[in-house]
Each structure stands twice: as C-alpha cells, then as structure tokens.
C-alpha cells in the first residue's frame, strides 16, 4: 500500500523557519511529481511548490524568495525549508504525488498526504 506521510509542522512566530518533510512509502516503482499545497480556513487548497523528478522547481508567486522545495529519489522523500514564515502562511500543508507502482502491472496514481498543520503567530 503505498502512503505519503508528512511532518514537521507547528507553531513558529513571524519571521521564523520550519522544515516540512513528506516520504513515501510502499512498492513504488518511481515518483514524478512532488509538490505542497496549503489549505487556509475558509480557503481554497493551493499550490505552493513542485519538483519533478528532474528536478524543474515551480513555486507559488507568495512564497517565491522565502521556501525552497527539494527532493531525495533515493529516499521518496519531499521537502519544503520555509524561511520568513508570515501570519498568512498558517494553514494545513498538504503533500502530493504521482507514484508509479506495480501491482500485477503498473499503475500510477495521484498520492495525497494527511496534512499537517503550520501556524505563524504574528
């Protein structure tokens, strides 16, 4: 069965870092993209930033400058270094993926995480 599983969230105040990290687990065979999105309360879910497997970055014009999205393949692992972190960052952080696995064939499948919560005091 195959999971992402996030951590790292929490409580920092304004101004301060935090370091998210989402590993994938399971019989997977190989992972494309890998991204962050973020729900607010009361908000759309919205991309914050994805890496592909070749490493081509696309970020969210509000966090452009302030995280940087990185990925291990040997590990399945995502990561998303928040520096600068606003008020308006807090929201729940979500992982994402397109995970290739074999199950009698192939298969891949859009992937999401539980979610864990960040929340930036002011």
């Not at 990925?71 to 990561?79: E, L, V």
């Not at 993926?97 to 999401?112: P, V």
């Amino acid at each position: 069965q195959v999971q992402l599983v996030e951590s790292g969230g929490g409580l920092v105040q304004a101004g301060g870092s935090l370091r998210l990290s989402c590993a994938a687990s399971g019989s997977i065979t190989s992972i494309r993209n890998m991204g962050w999105y973020r729900q607010a309360p009361g908000k759309q879910r919205e991309l914050v930033a994805t890496i592909t497997n070749g490493g081509t970055i696309n970020y969210a014009d509000s966090v452009k400058g302030r995280f940087s999205i990185s990925r291990d393949n040997g590990k399945n692992t995502a990561y998303l270094q928040m520096s600068s972190l606003k008020p308006e960052d807090t929201a729940v952080y979500y992982c994402n993926a397109n995970i290739t696995y074999w199950r009698i064939m192939f298969h891949t499948q859009e992937y999401w995480g539980q979610g864990t919560q960040v929340t930036v005091s002011s």
